[in-house]
């Protein structure tokens, strides 16, 4: 009974998401209220106290937890503005023209590897709404640009908008961790791991089904068999790019996964391609536009990528000193001999905490008892507000292509803010309830351990007892109804994670793995999620196709879930269990 009441406030998310189309902004400030309602009347949480367990006090602590992913996320689409603003942008677009006339190695040049890097630079939608329009210029018909451009915006999503979702994953469950006693630093370096390795071995599968999608359904003869003339230059881009995605986020950590990995395998594949290497003989392009179906055609103006005399070194400098900065901060922490007793400058910096905050006793915090601890000049979303700043000098840029910028940047933050505070919020509230013991089922004692009986923990025995074992087949999937609802693998990741962790210690399943899977399903979902789609069709002008799209990316979004399912089975079968709790 306990776990139904608990699922009340998922339960009406979910249906007024997806059945009734209600944006995130306005059903997660409801399911909060409807959690706040629970917790209050069926847990007995206290409205207000200063001892840091109060609904208002669980809700402030959300709404602070989430301004440090607003700000990275603020920081990405400020960059990505910024660049677009100043003209770099376009001489990036302007570079991938000549490559090749092969429309196959242009989906994968442009759709995958572009693509990734404009999701690890910014996430939350830029890339299909870059690549999108990109593909359309260079010969594809703008429903196959939206559809193959949603197929591969789901490798790099874990690691989107600097690392991000994994981020916001690993920040949902720390506090879990921290209490049965794991390393957060070791969990996270775990988590970020095990979040790449199922996606990079899904790489090479999600590239052929994509381009043999388009062979398919656009192509002169209809045949998906025109993917194998690209497999091996499917399985060269894969190595590079895999080898480069697994390297940086088994030693850097999970900011720079897909941005740097992109950015590599992205001048290495150029440079390859333009010298032949693995290019089929035959050159493959589509029909001539007037033998295409209607249907595939821009029923809005889509504008060409406008026109730039920047050059490319002074372009990518931006993106470049991003990365420097990022990856000395990361790398020298990471190594540093002495963290505690001697630490270096890097480590001091992330010991750094906004003012007013710090670490207290239970209960004693300065936020009606909690703690809020903001390393400010360790957030990549500072890093990429100092280097706009940067931009404007380096660029030249005037007064009112900042503006535009930062006006627009703030614009499109404020869509995802009121999602992320309230889910966040809800989060907490789940996390913190705990029922007297008196009052605990005594079908979850067993199972309960030290742990308090809370909505998180009684949801989690539901889906439990549900699923038991097998319940490594349905994480995936509880990441990509999270993207589908919310369009965000952020957003799932702050709704489910949470509930996979304790789901993953009731079952007996280990906890990181489980949730890499909610973070692969969140970002595998990203290729069906309406707020994706919407955004790909009004890029390519094809609105009105949301459905048809959905429908035709379920097949690679099942495909997917199921090899990261595999790939997790195989690990605990070989007796894998990363920072065991």
Known sequence: MYAIISFIPIIVTVVLMVGFNWPAKRALPLAWVLACIIAVTVWKMPVFSTDGTSAVANTISGFLGAFEVLVIIFGAILIMNTLSQSGAMAAINGMFKSITPDARLQAIIIGFIFGAFIEGAAGFGTPAALAGPLLISVGFPPLCAAMVALIFNSVPVCFGAVGTPTNAAFTTVSESVEKLGGNLD??????????????????????????????????????????????PYILFVTVVFDFFYLMIAAFIGPELVSLLAAMITLFIVLFTTKKGFLVPKEVWTFDKKETWDSTWLSTTKVPEPK??????????????????????????????????????????????????????????????????????????GVVFILVALITIVLHGMNGDNVKTAWKAAFKQVSGAAIALLFGVAMVRIFSNTAMPADRIPASALQALGEKPYNMLFAMAKGLADVAGSAYLV?????????????????????????????????????????????????????????????????????????????????????VFCIIVVIVMAVAILLGQNPAAL
């Open 474 to 558: 349905f994480a995936p999937f509880i990441g990509v109804l999270g993207a589908y609802m919310s369009g965000s693998n952020t957003v799932s990741n702050t709704l489910f994670s949470s509930l996979q962790f304790t789901t993953a210690g009731i079952v007996g399943l280990p906890y990181v793995l489980i949730v890499a899977l909610q973070n692969n399903g969140g970002a595998i979902g990203n290729m069906v999620c309406v707020n994706n789609v919407v955004s790909a069709c009004a890029t390519t002008g094809t609105n009105g196709n949301e459905g048809r799209i959905i429908r035709a990316n379920i097949i690679p979004c099942a």
């Open 186 to 231: 070791e969990w996270k370096a775990a988590l970020t791991l095990w979040s790449a390795l199922p996606m990079a071995v899904g790489a090479a599968f999600i590239l052929f089904i994509g381009v043999g999608f388009v062979c398919k359904f656009y192509g002169k003869d209809k045949k998906f068999s025109d993917v194998f003339p690209v497999v």
């Open 307 to 380: 026109q730039s005399d920047m050059n490319l070194v002074k372009a990518w400098t931006p993106y470049v000193l991003i990365a420097a900065i990022l990856v000395v901060t990361r790398v020298v922490q990471k190594f540093d001999p002495d963290p505690k007793n001697n630490p270096g400058w890097a480590t001091m910096l992330k010991e750094v905490i906004l003012v007013g905050t710090g670490k207290h006793e239970a209960g004693q915090g300065l936020i009606l008892g909690m703690d809020w601890n903001y390393a400010i000049f360790w957030s990549p």
